[in-house]
């Protein structure tokens, strides 16, 4: 059951890329002004997309940053800042669950994607651009689209199955790292009051924050195979994550590097979909200086129960990939034996 009074702002940064020039859609600090409302109608079709695809666990809508919800949001305290500090902190697009919204009159979970067009010129060079194919815009919108409402998966099943006591081995599971959640103050079993009380906390741990972008990248990156997209279009996410500290947020390399064994798996559900992004975040975990006793953990500490230490394992990161992606002279990725955009069992655009 989802918490009514907890809702929490997934900020996600999607940072950056080569700079790499194009035309006719030219790089800009911003999104140019002629393209904005066309990839805000992309936004939403592909929500629609995803919509059918969720069914009825939750409601995704899109909706910009001056649009009075926001607003009402912020003043209700449903995004813990202010309208200016949002604004400023967020990056483009960032994701909300709110349990117990409204859409329609109707009670229901809800998936807000947040779009600011004033704030999202990183997202148009780094994943609009390099991911297009001529003209279409598509196959970038699928995997932005596909990473946010993946943040609303990851709190959505995690409220749900904490309508039952977890242990501390349970709690990867669930999208919370265990070093995280003990250096915010959680206990040796997780409930759901107790989240509720610790979430706030966990969430701006570093390692936390690392997990759930692992989690999220990995959901984007097989939406949008799902969707259409070329295998080697992952090679643009991982570009871009590859100049980030391994201890960063958005490091998410460790979580890519052999994804590729999931390309041609036959037509999966979403709900497929996400039992593989989820047991990818499982088996990455987090960088090593992100764990207990790592030089860039808030608290260095584990937790002691009758005296015996939880055993924490340290997972080995991924050697990076060393082959740069191919562009054409507009600074578009090429692909090879791309497929159709479109042919998922969802439909195209």
């Not at 805000?40 to 969720?54: F, H, M, P, S, Y």
């Not at 959640?181 to 706030?200: D, H, L």
């Not at 997209?229 to 052999?258: P, Y």
């Not at 798996?265 to 960088?287: H, K």
């Given at each position: 059951m989802i918490h009514k009074t907890l809702a929490i702002l997934l900020l996600s940064a999607v940072s950056s890329l080569s700079q790499a020039a194009t035309s006719p859609m030219p790089l800009s600090k911003d999104i140019p002004s002629d393209y904005a409302q066309k990839i805000t109608d992309l936004l939403i079709q592909e929500g629609e997309v995803l919509q059918q695809a969720v069914g009825s666990k939750m409601q995704v809508v899109v909706m910009s940053t001056d649009d009075p919800t926001t607003r009402n949001f912020i003043a209700r305290g449903i995004l813990?800042?202010?309208?200016?500090s949002f604004q400023h902190q967020e990056n483009g697009l960032a994701a909300l669950l709110v349990g117990g919204g409204k859409i329609n009159g109707v009670t229901q979970t809800v998936c807000y994607v947040v779009f600011n067009k004033e704030r999202a010129g990183h997202i148009w060079r780094n994943f609009i651009v390099p991911l297009s194919q001529g003209d279409n815009l598509n196959p970038g919108i699928s995997f932005l689209m596909g990473h946010e409402v993946g943040h609303c998966l990851d709190h959505q099943e995690r409220t749900a199955r904490l309508s039952k006591t977890l242990t501390l081995a349970e709690a990867g599971t669930v999208g919370i790292q265990t070093d995280a959640w003990i250096r915010s103050g959680g206990a040796t079993t997780i409930?759901?009051?107790?989240?509720?009380?610790?979430?706030?906390?966990?969430?701006k741990d570093g390692g936390?924050?690392?997990?759930?972008?692992?989690?999220?990248?990995?959901?984007g990156v097989l939406w949008g195979w799902h969707r259409g997209l070329d295998v080697k279009s992952v090679d643009v996410v991982r570009e871009n994550r590859?100049?980030?500290d391994s201890w960063s947020t958005h490091s998410t390399n460790a979580a890519l590097n052999g994804i590729e064994e999931f390309y041609d798996v036959a037509p999966l559900s979403i709900n497929e979909l996400w039992m593989l992004a989820r047991g990818i975040q499982v088996r990455t975990g987090v960088d090593k200086r992100l764990m207990a006793g790592g030089d860039k953990a808030i608290i260095n500490t584990v937790a002691k129960t009758n005296n015996n230490t939880v055993a924490l394992t340290e997972t080995p990161q991924q050697p990076q990939p060393k082959q740069p992606l191919v562009k054409d002279a507009m600074g578009r990725v090429i692909f090879e034996n791309t497929r159709k955009f479109g042919s998922g069992i969802n439909g195209g655009n």
């Amino acid at each position: 059951m989802i918490h009514k009074t907890l809702a929490i702002l997934l900020l996600s940064a999607v940072s950056s890329l080569s700079q790499a020039a194009t035309s006719p859609m030219p790089l800009s600090k911003d999104i140019p002004s002629d393209y904005a409302q066309k990839i805000t109608d992309l936004l939403i079709q592909e929500g629609e997309v995803l919509q059918q695809a969720v069914g009825s666990k939750m409601q995704v809508v899109v909706m910009s940053t001056d649009d009075p919800t926001t607003r009402n949001f912020i003043a209700r305290g449903i995004l813990h800042t202010d309208e200016d500090s949002f604004q400023h902190q967020e990056n483009g697009l960032a994701a909300l669950l709110v349990g117990g919204g409204k859409i329609n009159g109707v009670t229901q979970t809800v998936c807000y994607v947040v779009f600011n067009k004033e704030r999202a010129g990183h997202i148009w060079r780094n994943f609009i651009v390099p991911l297009s194919q001529g003209d279409n815009l598509n196959p970038g919108i699928s995997f932005l689209m596909g990473h946010e409402v993946g943040h609303c998966l990851d709190h959505q099943e995690r409220t749900a199955r904490l309508s039952k006591t977890l242990t501390l081995a349970e709690a990867g599971t669930v999208g919370i790292q265990t070093d995280a959640w003990i250096r915010s103050g959680g206990a040796t079993t997780i409930t759901n009051a107790a989240y509720a009380e610790t979430a706030k906390t966990l969430f701006k741990d570093g390692g936390q924050r690392q997990y759930q972008e692992r989690v999220a990248d990995a959901f984007g990156v097989l939406w949008g195979w799902h969707r259409g997209l070329d295998v080697k279009s992952v090679d643009v996410v991982r570009e871009n994550r590859a100049n980030l500290d391994s201890w960063s947020t958005h490091s998410t390399n460790a979580a890519l590097n052999g994804i590729e064994e999931f390309y041609d798996v036959a037509p999966l559900s979403i709900n497929e979909l996400w039992m593989l992004a989820r047991g990818i975040q499982v088996r990455t975990g987090v960088d090593k200086r992100l764990m207990a006793g790592g030089d860039k953990a808030i608290i260095n500490t584990v937790a002691k129960t009758n005296n015996n230490t939880v055993a924490l394992t340290e997972t080995p990161q991924q050697p990076q990939p060393k082959q740069p992606l191919v562009k054409d002279a507009m600074g578009r990725v090429i692909f090879e034996n791309t497929r159709k955009f479109g042919s998922g069992i969802n439909g195209g655009n």
